[in-house]
């Protein structure tokens, strides 16, 4: 049986109303997938930038951290240095102080003076010696020189000549004591007051310290 005109046109209107339909479905599912790899690709990309910022934020909160840790250092060793520096200038001053005191006491020493000469005799052990002092303990020497040289050959059985050197007196500036040297001064002893209270700081300096301000927590060994 032959189709009609409007039987055929009816089916054509079928068919495509089919297409269509399956046209649109086929769309529809396109957009939600592609809608769906978008989200996923959005959230890898969002989830990648995130971490990025987060080590970036870590990396400059360690920096930070490690800035301030070297500022804390550098503040803790400058206040450590001037700790140091407070110390040493009150040791100096103690020692300045030291050096008036013994400026005011040695004027009339002829006693000290006997032994820093015979003590500087028994280290020297020169058979002809020249001694320095300061002008006015001359005169105080040149009347105990017979008895310092009794006193090193009763000590040493040996002979000694003593010279006091007028032309050439220490300074009058310091303390006090003697230099003693053979004659032509290549060998030599200082025993000045400054030279034995130089020479006993160095020597104590530990006891000084602690004396000053307690004993060092990080020192070992005592001797």
């Known amino acids: ?36 790899e978008f989200n996923i ?42 700790v140091l520096k407070a110390r040493e200038d009150l040791i100096q001053d103690l020692l300045d102080e030291a050096r008036r005191r013994l400026a005011h006491g040695s004027q009339h020493g002829t006693q000290l003076l006997h032994n820093l000469v015979l003590q500087s005799l028994f280290q020297l052990l020169e058979p002809r010696v020249v001694v320095r002092c300061r002008k006015v303990d001359a005169k105080y020497l040149d009347k105990i020189i017979p008895e310092i040289c009794s006193n090193y050959k009763k000590k040493t059985q040996m002979d000694v000549i003593v010279t006091i050197d007028h032309s050439n007196y220490l300074s009058a500036e310091i303390a006090g004591g003697i230099k003693l040297s053979i004659p032509d001064g ?25 004396a000053l301000f307690g004993a060092n927590a990080n020192r070992k060994f005592l001797d």
């Open 41 to 82: 690709e959005k959230g890898r990309l969002v989830q990648s930038q995130r971490l990025k910022i987060m080590e970036h934020f870590e990396k400059k909160e360690k920096q930070i951290e490690q800035q301030k840790k070297i500022q804390m250092s550098n503040l803790m060793n400058q206040a450590r240095l001037k």
């Open 186 to 210: 290549k060998i030599f002893i200082s025993n000045t007051l400054e030279s034995r209270l130089d020479m006993m700081s160095r020597q104590m300096m530990p006891e000084i310290r602690e």
């Open 1 to 36: 049986m032959a189709l009609s005109d409007a039987d055929v046109q009816k089916q054509i209107k079928h068919m495509m109303a089919f297409i269509e339909q399956e046209a649109n479905e086929k769309a529809d599912e396109i957009d939600a997938k592609a809608e769906e």
